[in-house]
């Protein structure tokens, strides 16, 4: 099976002389489609730096990144359209759902799904609403919602292109412990059931045990894989 990514010697530096910091110093990492793999590391570790770099948000100084086989950075330099590649191969989903306001649950999922011309955007919302559990929410504006609703809706928007690769930053921060337990077993759900892989960036240590791998990161540096 190829790997939904495949990282190599990523580094990112911020600032110069005496001010350098090193917030990505030559990471490699492989996700393996189905798994789902958790970052953990102190505050400045580099995790959000790292998502940012294999979500193509800010791309790394120098390495090489691959998604599905398919070079798409190689020394800092993207191979490729950046709205494709974010279209065909990515996901994401938030410390907060940042839902739009004025649009019901559906609608934003149908927006996500119309951006990244899905087909049948109506009926892909509507699955998805429903597999997550809130299809009964579909018509409700974000504002009557619960934090955990909204964070269902913001990953069945994460969803709507059909990504191989979902990254996912501090999602579960601003729920409590049963909330976010129930969003960490979705992202479980979503690698086994939608083939996905999905890398999660979390500080809570209560949910470790959905995990297929871990891994930690100080100082710009990712440590080998473990095991939940």
């Known amino acids: 099976m190829t790997d939904a990514l495949r990282a190599e010697h990523i580094f990112k530096h911020f600032g ?10 030559d990471v490699s990492l492989t996700l393996e489609a189905g798994h789902v793999v958790a970052l953990l590391g102190p505050s400045g570790a580099g995790k959000s730096t790292l998502v940012k770099a294999l979500g193509l948000v800010s791309l ?4 090489k990144i691959w998604l599905e086989g398919e070079l798409v950075v190689d020394d800092g330099r993207l191979l490729g359209s950046l709205t494709e590649l974010r279209k065909r191969f990515l996901g994401f989903v938030f410390q907060r759902p940042n839902l739009i306001p004025f649009l019901t649950a559906q609608q934003n999922v149908e927006l996500a799904c119309e951006i ?17 559990e809130v299809g009964h929410r579909a018509h409700a504006m974000p504002a009557t919602m619960s934090g955990g609703e909204q964070q269902r809706v913001a990953i069945a928007r994460a969803l709507a292109n059909r990504p191989r690769l979902v990254l996912a930053d501090e999602p579960t921060a601003a729920l409590d412990k049963v909330r976010g337990r129930a969003v960490m077993e979705l992202f479980q759900r979503v690698a086994r059931e939608q ?3 999905v890398l999660v960036v979390t500080h809570d240590h209560r949910t470790l045990d959905v995990f297929d791998e871990l891994h930690e990161m100080e100082d710009g540096k990712l440590g080998p894989a473990r095991a939940a």
Do not use: C, M, Q, Y
């Open 16 to 25: 110069e002389g005496d001010t350098l910091v090193r917030a990505l110093d």
């Open 60 to 63: 790394p100084d120098t390495g």
């Open 116 to 132: 990244g011309e899905t087909a049948s955007p109506r009926k892909r919302a509507r699955e998805l609403l429903e597999w997550l």
């Open 195 to 197: 083939g996905a892989a």
